[in-house]
């Protein structure tokens, strides 16, 4: 008698950036059969409130743009920010994969991607952020993955139907325990492939990794809980990066928005409670930002810009949301901006006559009014560490074998941003997911059809 209630090819656990992906370049082998397990589509996945934008260097997009860029290029830059050598085969790998899967996802799956020029970030040395045309985020991004496998044949999209565990024999994974309408399923797989994301909204998990992090402001999802690192570590598994997490420094408190992290590239100024600066606005990643905001004694700071940077940084979904719930405002004068944020007006009207807007086309001079300002805080949007995988996404062994069958992606794995958070670069965490998801899925469409079950 079988062991299993039923069976599967690949057996994908989470239905977000990277599982989506995992298993469309899987189903690619027509005789593949692939399940993806997904725990709630209604309460979503961080890749659904993301930004949506995607790193990636050597694309036919930046090079219609004239830009000079390279997948070695790109892993240059993240690995002088991470300071992650050990990674570096991991980071070049997912590099590589970038210009693929944007350019898939653009002329395969149809989303309109464009390169972000106006999207400068810390360390990276050329633009190479890509994002939708209207700048939807990540919510349109999931959407064309969910349509290109609502029409896959061979993929099966279980809703509701939370992984729970894992199934071994002898150290090899066999499959997945799943509790589907109430009932717990053991599902039989030739290959699992774990893709929950990280463990940011597991208070345990965070006071254990990344005790700095808790009681920060939380902007993922709460479905976040560490389920598949916890049963890859009970099966032997190596972690790394633990204490690494995407931290953000420009969320408005009391709104729960945040503000585009293009600003302090376009000449932002930003404050402390007392009028002064107390940062280099533009040496600043923004997970490197919330952990200097967030030693700052009251955990706050303002942020101030003008109209010319305005309407460059509307151009995002984080500003039209931001705007919507009226997190920041336009201020005629000095006396209103010290006033309306509680700023003592002297000190900042010092600041502001020493202050000189300078972005990446030039230096434009002091800031002058009216001025736009909103009080920014520091949170933590998702873990970046998790198990340990080789470039394949396969996952290792804490003595550094291959567990059989058994892969991670995602913030499930152990991401690319290095031990902490300020090693995190834009568009790493969705490097990880879809770099992963593709490199897991195409390495399985070509490797299962001629494996024997084991
Ligand atoms: C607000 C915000 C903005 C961000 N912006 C960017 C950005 O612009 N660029 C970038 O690169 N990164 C960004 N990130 C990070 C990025 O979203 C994540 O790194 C990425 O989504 C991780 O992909 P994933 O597939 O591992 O996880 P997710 O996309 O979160 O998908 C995981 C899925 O697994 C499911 N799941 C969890 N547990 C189980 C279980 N036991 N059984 C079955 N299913 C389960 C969840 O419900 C979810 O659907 C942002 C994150 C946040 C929160």
């Not at 992650?84 to 309109?112: F, I, K, Q, S």
């Not at 000449?267 to 002064?276: K, W, Y």
């Not at 062994?397 to 958070?421: F, M, V």
Request: aromatic residues 6%.
């Amino acid at each position: 008698m079988s062991p299993f209630d039923y069976e599967v090819d690949v057996a994908v656990v989470g239905g977000g950036a990277c599982g989506l992906v995992t298993a469309l370049r899987a189903a690619r082998s027509p005789g593949l059969t692939v399940a993806v397990f997904e725990k709630s589509t209604r309460e979503g996945c961080n890749a659904q409130i993301s930004s949506g934008s995607l790193a990636a260097g050597g694309t036919r997009f930046q090079r219609a743009a004239g830009i000079d860029d390279s997948p070695a290029r790109h892993a240059r830059d993240i690995l002088a920010v991470s300071g992650d050598t050990e990674a570096a085969p991991l980071v070049h790998a997912v590099c590589e994969a970038a210009p693929r899967y944007v350019e898939w996802l653009a002329d395969e799956l149809g989303h309109p991607l464009e390169l972000g020029l106006d999207m400068a970030r810390s360390g990276q040395s050329v633009p190479r952020l890509h994002t939708d045309v209207g700048r939807g985020g990540g919510a349109l991004l999931v959407r064309t993955l969910r349509r290109a496998v609502e029409t896959a044949a061979n993929i099966a999209f279980l809703d509701a139907t939370p992984g729970t565990g894992l199934l071994s024999e002898d150290g090899r994974v066999t499959g997945v325990l799943v509790r589907e309408n109430g009932r717990t399923r053991r599902v039989g797989a030739r290959a699992v492939v774990l893709a929950a994301d990280g463990f940011a909204a597991n208070t345990e998990m965070l006071a254990e990794h990344c005790p700095d992090a808790c009681g920060a402001f939380y902007g993922g999802v709460g479905t976040s809980t560490g389920d598949a690192i916890s049963w890859g570590v009970a099966l032997g598994a190596g972690t790394r990066n633990m204490s690494a997490y995407l931290g953000h420094g420009m969320i408005v408190p009391g709104h729960g928005t945040r503000l585009n992290p293009v600003l302090p590239f376009l000449g932002a100024l930003l404050v402390g409670s007392d009028g002064r600066r107390f940062a280099d606005e533009r040496a600043q990643g923004y997970s490197r930002l919330g952990r200097i905001i967030a030693a700052r004694p009251d955990g706050r700071a303002v942020l101030i810009w003008d109209d010319r940077m305005h309407d460059t940084a509307m151009n995002s979904e984080l500003m039209r949301q931001s705007q919507e719930a009226g997190a920041f405002r336009r201020h005629p004068d000095l006396a209103a901006l010290a006033t309306a944020l509680a700023l003592p007006a002297e000190a900042l009207a010092e600041t502001l006559r020493m202050f000189r807007a300078v972005s990446s086309d030039g230096d434009h001079g002091p800031l002058s009014f009216p001025l736009y300002a909103a009080r920014v805080t520091h949170g933590i949007l998702a873990t970046q560490g998790g198990l340990t995988v080789d470039t394949t996404g396969h996952v290792l062994h804490a003595s550094g074998r291959r567990i059989p069958n058994l892969y991670a992606g995602g913030g499930s794995a152990a991401g690319i941003s290095g031990p902490s958070t300020e090693g995190y670069m834009s568009g790493n965490g969705l490097l990880a997911a879809l770099g992963l998801g593709w490199i897991i899925g195409n390495h399985l469409a070509v490797t299962l059809p001629h494996s024997a079950r084991t």
